[in-house]
């Protein structure tokens, strides 16, 4: 969702236009920046597009600094008003903001009585406004953010001008914010992806900081007073702009093995393991798994993997529905909360209820410092490397792969059975990306479809669930999913000739049964595509219009076999279809609202 940079050095703009394209990924539908040169801040916004920014950008003489904003509308419409950055009637503050100033209605209000006026319906003008008001009785700018966040509440990133001062001041609660110094220049931004280029190592902002920075000054305050931060070294992974694909979904899938590579390594060495193996978990009883979209889709599939390797309950909930749910959870629950970003909004709140019910929490997640890996008890890295598209493909597959390794640590610590890594192992030796050719076919047809259905049982329930959420999201095909066995009791009703149904077959017990199930979509006209990775005999898919056939693994680590036809054939029909797949219309990479 929104993104904050903030530069300190010369081409400031152009600095920061190339910075808000780096976080372009996280979704927005307007941006801004405001320099400081020729004795003035100049503020420059638009709606859309960063390339409809660029036009707006007047040449400045001696720009020395500056913070710039891509937004995504959460408070009042996407347009020019409502972007950030923000400006203080008396034209003397200037913020960009992330997050959600919960009782901006109740400030704009006193601030209303006592004179003031608003011409934005964002919660982030109140903040402007806000700093004026505390500037009018305190001098000390410090002093003024201080006391402006005592004021507000709900999450916030803020990076802040003022025009009596040559640097930026910044403010953190829940909204993730980090600094990079190299020498005189100094980058802020809310995603360290920014920092790709620029810096080796970093500074995390946390909770309840503020602080200033110029070309000499970088200093961190808490209410206790400075404080004193060590550096943290970047890690970009395999993330690089100038990549030889057209897309990063593409990228990305590709690589999956090598993700599988990496995960295979960190879990191999015993203190990675033992952050697990050594954690005081006596007395779980119960598991539940929450995330969102995919990360949900990950958790549906882990459940059933930790039941049948831990013979404990373990179920799956959608974050959203999890919060408001008074879940029953306690001091015997372990909660184990899955996000790639790990600044999911619901999913975080979720974790906020865990804890406070007593439950152990433990975090999957791929951004290793994100507010999920610092305040769950136990961080679980799933060492995807950076995921830029806003379609998660590989991020998915190294969930499922963690997840596993996860009920194999778990079992050994329940119950004794020492763990391995051969399943891992073969999983990667047997790894490939299937027929490309046969995928592109399907994305051919797809591309002209709007109605789709996948089916599946048990395991195929989530891939079909899994694949599916990929076509929609990247294709903007109404493609729904079922329960093979649900056939009869509804859905049948919507199959005709035009009708394109997926059947995953992957599930050895439940095969003859969900091949019937083909065969009555079939009988009522539908196109039938067989997923499956059996050698089956051609008298029983002669009929059906298209057969793919993966490699058969034996375990529940098909599920990541499975899912990588059905991302590629997405990004295909979504190329095919003209759109951007990395950038889907409506989403955002990050959801940092509820
Ligand atoms: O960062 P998270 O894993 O918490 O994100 C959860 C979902 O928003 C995310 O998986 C979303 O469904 C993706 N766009 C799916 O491709």
Redesign the pocket.
């Known amino acids: 969702m929104c993104g904050i940079v903030g530069y300190v050095g010369k081409d400031t703009e152009r600095v920061l236009i190339e910075k808000l394209k780096q976080l372009e990924y996280r979704g927005y539908d307007s941006a801004g920046i405001a320099v400081k040169a020729e004795q003035k801040i100049n503020v420059f916004k638009a709606k859309g597009e960063i390339k409809n920014l660029e036009k707006t950008i007047v040449p400045l003489k001696d720009a020395q600094f500056g913070i710039g904003h891509t937004r995504w509308a959460t408070h009042g419409k996407p347009d020019e008003i409502n972007a950030h950055p923000h400006v203080s009637s008396d034209d003397k503050w200037v913020i960009v903001h992330n997050g959600i100033i919960e009782n901006y209605l109740e400030i704009k209000d006193e601030l209303t009585k006592k004179g003031m006026s608003f011409y934005s319906e964002t919660d982030t003008e109140t903040v402007a406004k806000l700093l004026e008001f505390h500037s009018r009785k305190v001098e000390d700018k410090m002093e003024i953010i201080s006391e402006t966040c005592d004021t507000i509440k709900g999450s916030y990133a803020l990076a802040i001008l003022n025009k009596e001062t040559n640097g930026i001041y910044f403010a953190k609660n829940k909204s993730p914010l980090f600094i990079a110094k190299k020498g005189e220049n100094v980058m802020i931004a809310s995603d360290v992806i920014c920092f790709y280029g620029f810096a080796d190592e970093y500074y995390s902002v946390e909770d309840g900081e503020i602080g200033y920075t110029d070309a000499n000054t970088l200093v961190f305050k808490n209410k206790f007073g400075e404080v004193v931060k060590n550096p943290i070294k970047c890690d970009f992974g395999n993330y690089n702009n100038a990549n030889t694909y057209k897309h990063f979904m593409i990228k990305e899938i590709y690589e999956t093995k090598n993700a599988i590579k990496n995960i295979i390594e960190y879990y191999s060495q015993e203190e990675n393991r033992n952050k697990i193996l050594l954690r005081k978990l006596d007395g779980i009883k119960r598991i539940k798994i929450v995330?969102?979209?995919?990360?949900y889709h990950a958790g549906l599939m882990g459940s059933k993997i930790f039941e049948e390797k831990l013979g404990i309950e373990c179920t799956a909930y959608v974050a959203s529905e999890f919060r408001y749910q008074d879940p029953k959870i306690g001091d015997d629950t372990l909660v184990i909360l899955?996000?790639?970003?790990?600044?999911?909004a619901d999913?975080l709140a979720a974790h906020e209820i865990s804890k406070q019910k007593g439950a152990v929490t433990l975090a999957l997640v791929n951004v290793e410092y994100s507010a999920l890996a610092k305040s769950a008890d136990i961080s679980v890295p799933i060492k995807a490397g950076v995921e830029v598209a806003?379609?998660?493909t590989k991020?998915y597959s190294s969930q499922l792969t963690v997840l596993y390794i996860l009920a194999g640590l778990l079992r050994e610590k329940f119950i004794g059975d020492k763990f391995n890594m051969a399943d891992v192992e073969k999983l990667y030796n047997e790894f490939d990306y299937g027929n490309i050719n046969n995928f592109k076919l399907l994305a051919d047809v797809f591309q002209y479809n709007d109605k789709m259905f996948m089916i599946g049982r048990g395991a195929d329930y989530c891939t079909a669930q899994e694949a599916s959420?990929?076509i929609k999201?990247t294709s903007y095909i109404n493609s729904d999913t079922y329960y093979a066995g649900e056939l009869k009791h509804g859905f049948l009703a919507l199959i005709d000739e035009k009708t394109y149904v997926v059947v995953f077959a992957t599930e050895k017990n439940v095969l003859s049964k969900t091949l019937c199930n083909a065969e009555e979509a079939k009988a009522r006209g539908a196109k039938i595509i067989l997923f499956t990775c059996f050698d089956l005999e051609p008298s029983l898919t002669e009929n059906f219009y298209f057969v793919i056939k993966v490699k058969e693994l034996g375990n529940a680590l098909q599920a990541v076999l499975n899912i990588v036809p059905w991302q590629i054939i997405a990004y295909y029909t979504s190329v095919n279809k003209g759109y951007n797949p990395d950038k889907p219309r409506n989403?955002a990479k990050?959801?940092t609202v509820e």
């Open positions: 995330g969102c979209g995919t990360a899955i996000s790639q970003s790990g600044e999911t999913t806003v379609a998660s991020a959420l990929k999201e989403l990050s959801v």
